[in-house]
């Protein structure tokens, strides 16, 4: 039976840069870890006032966990 072992999760913020010669949208993301055993809402929260220190669009957060599965 396959067991996940955490190898740490992150937070990627993304940011609108506006559009290039062709239309198409600019994003540019940014990723942080995150701190064990710390909450959705906390993450949110502190990605959130990262955002808001930042010239640019926040357009999205996310949370990344990754795991690696062992046999």
Same mark, same amino acid.
């Given at each position: ?5 955490? +190898?740490?999760?992150k ?22 870890p ?9 993450v ?13 669009? +926040?357009v ?8 690696? +599965?062992?046999?």
């Amino acid at each position: 039976m396959a067991t996940k072992v955490n +190898l740490g999760d992150k937070v990627r913020i993304s940011f609108d840069y506006g559009v290039d010669g062709n239309g198409k949208q600019i994003i540019k993301r940014k990723a942080f870890p995150i701190i064990a055993g710390a909450t959705d809402e906390q993450v949110y929260t502190a990605a959130s006032k990262f955002a808001s220190l930042c010239e640019k669009t +926040l357009v999205e957060i996310e949370k990344i966990e990754n795991y690696e +599965l062992q046999a």
